[in-house]
């Protein structure tokens, strides 16, 4: 079965720090990961995706197939990151599931 | 080019009452995703169409829930008789389906089930 697994709810950082929202992966096949991020009273929007190999805003992620991970990290957190991120995993068909989302803190 | 357009945006309703919510997708996008959003959870798929053919409906409540696309554009999905664990935010995304695999969101109705 799919699952996409985000294991915190609440990370919390200073202005500067450097963040890792983690994102764990279940799926028999090749899937195609991504990272959606919801700004206060705006809609979700996506952020990245693992084929695009981009930055966003300064953050980056890596699929590791290995570990079965996706984790979105970014070198200095701004204030303006504070948001909820959803990892995201795409199946056949377009199908796509969500994690349970992280919501990120950053303080001044 | 305009968003993915949803309405309504807010509704209360009692418990066994009906309810109904529109989406109209970005013009062209051939799939189209209805998503529950129950409060400090991730959205869960409900219902997947491709154009006007339901690709994936599998965690969709069938003995209350339907939704339908008629014509491959507009969506509407009904929630019939409703529950108190109904109450959440109801999202509506729609993809291309070629290439990207971007989906994009609607601003999403909330429902209070009272």
């Known amino acids: 079965a799919q699952r996409v697994t985000q294991p915190e709810k609440l990370l919390s950082v200073f202005k500067g720090a450097p963040v890792e929202l983690k994102c764990n992966y279940s799926?028999?096949?090749?899937?195609?990961l991504f990272w959606y991020v919801q700004y206060s009273r705006q809609r979700l929007q996506l952020l990245l995706r693992?084929?695009s190999r981009e930055s966003i805003k300064g953050f980056t992620a890596d699929l590791n197939k290995g570990e079965t991970s996706f984790h979105l990290k970014k070198p200095f957190a701004q204030e303006e990151d504070s948001a909820m991120y959803y990892c995201?995993?795409?199946?056949?068909?377009?199908?796509?599931?969500f994690g349970a989302g992280t919501r990120l803190f950053v303080k001044a | 080019e305009a968003g993915v357009a949803q309405s309504p945006r807010y509704k209360i309703i009692e418990k066994r009452q009906s309810v109904a919510f529109w989406c109209n997708p970005i013009?062209?996008?051939?799939?189209l995703y209805w998503y529950q959003q129950i409060l400090g959870q991730g959205p869960k798929l409900l219902i997947q169409?491709?154009?006007?053919?339901?690709?994936?409906d599998s965690q969709l409540p069938k003995d209350r829930f339907s939704a339908e696309r008629l014509k491959g554009v507009d969506s509407t999905l009904k929630i019939q008789p409703a529950k108190l664990e109904d109450s959440a935010v109801y999202l509506c995304?729609?993809?291309?389906?070629?290439?990207?695999?971007?989906?994009?969101f609607g601003e999403g109705s909330r429902l209070t089930v009272l």
């Open positions: 995304a729609s993809s291309p389906g070629q290439n990207t695999g971007e989906l994009f």
């Open positions: 169409f491709q154009n006007n053919g339901v690709v994936d």
């Open positions: 693992h084929i």
């Open positions: 995201a995993l795409m199946s056949g068909g377009f199908k796509t599931i």
């Open positions: 013009s062209g996008h051939a799939t």
């Open positions: 799926y028999s096949g090749s899937p195609e």
